[in-house]
């Protein structure tokens, strides 16, 4: 008896940690959005026609450098394009959209920031930072470029965000 209980206890703790690590690892997924790409490396190409440019390639260069994503930077319009603009006075920041998606699955993807705004060199690369990590199907989250859109110190690594992207893309995501 106390064999059987031992046995369903442990079993029980296996199913919620499961049900914990499925749950962590879309903690912070914006909606169901992603690229259906996965693996130990996840190519993705990006255009970077950013007139703040060296702002917007650190921000794709953190991630590139930090996550299992390969970004190959190209001059032409390809799956992320990163640009900025000044689009007036409209309460946003930085904006990212999908702009085309088969499914569950980002097809091509925007990132922009809003030059109306004044914003630091380190402010323009946070901003940048978030709107390129929602074009990989990460929302919000409490730390990192994710949390605010800002670097509260350049030099500070944002691992939540990287290993958000990790459990993102580790798996095949081709069933859902």
């Known amino acids: ?82 640009f900025d603009g000044n689009y007036g006075n409209t309460g946003w920041g930085g904006l990212a959209s999908l702009e085309s998606v088969s499914g569950n699955h980002i097809l091509h993807a925007h990132s922009r920031l809003n030059t109306y705004y004044s914003y630091s060199s380190a402010d323009k690369r946070g901003v940048q930072c978030q709107e390129v990590g929602h074009t990989f199907g990460l929302d919000h989250s409490n730390d990192g470029c994710m949390g605010k859109g800002y670097y509260n110190n350049l030099n500070t690594t944002v691992q939540h965000n990287w290993n958000d992207v990790y459990n993102m893309y580790r798996y095949a995501h081709t069933s859902h």
């Open 1 to 82: 008896m106390k064999k059987r209980f031992v046995t369903g206890l442990a079993l029980i703790c296996l199913l919620a940690a499961n049900v914990f690590m499925a749950r962590e690892a879309l903690a912070h997924q914006w909606g169901r959005w992603h690229w259906n790409k996965s693996g130990s490396s996840v190519p993705l190409s990006m255009y970077n026609s950013a007139t703040y440019r060296t702002e917007a390639a650190n921000a794709i260069s953190d991630w590139n450098v930090n996550t299992i994503l390969t970004i190959s930077n190209v001059n032409y319009h390809t799956e992320v394009s990163v």
